[in-house]
């Protein structure tokens, strides 16, 4: 689970679904729509659906199953409160509680420290939600339709 599209590690990926084989799976909270093209002028939704397909493409050689949550990648925060603010953090946690709910997965792995050193802008929101998404997930009445 990490944020962006390219906060992946396909290393670990790759060696999760075609080495050990484990059901593998990437949950990218946003599409990278906020992100920055250095070789190309495609910027916001279509840098996004470049995105996009770019982690489609990853997870056909690396094996693992692409999710993604309804986030938006508004590009720089100076914070998770601010963050939080723009995004939707009940549809965000949703939709997660919704892809756990649906992978069953026995381990999740956040991409960075849990703590947030090492991160900023939306990065420090991300491990905010994995001890959340724990919480929901036990119990099933929160998101019932998740």
């Known amino acids: 689970m990490a944020a962006h599209p390219d906060d992946e590690n396909t290393k670990l990926l790759a060696y999760l679904a075609l080495e050990k084989h484990y059901r593998t799976g990437y949950l990218s909270l946003t599409r990278g729509d906020g992100g920055q093209n250095l070789i190309g ?7 996004g659906l470049i995105r996009t397909q770019e982690l489609l493409a990853a997870r056909r050689i690396d094996g693992a199953e692409q999710f993604f949550s309804r986030a938006n990648d508004f590009g ?10 723009i995004w939707d ?6 939709d997660a509680v919704w892809v756990i709910r649906k992978f069953r997965p026995d381990v999740i792995i956040c991409r960075f420290p849990t703590t947030g050193e090492g991160a900023t802008g939306i990065i420090p929101h991300r491990p905010l939600l994995p001890k959340r998404l724990l919480k929901q997930q036990l119990i099933q009445n929160v998101f019932p339709s998740n």
């Not at 002028?41 to 840098?47: F, N, R």
């Not at 953090?89 to 949703?94: D, I, N, Q, R, S």
């Open 41 to 47: 002028s495609e910027q916001s939704e279509i840098l």
């Open 89 to 94: 953090h009940e549809k965000v946690l949703g």
């Open 76 to 85: 720089f925060s100076k914070g998770p409160e601010e963050t939080l603010k």
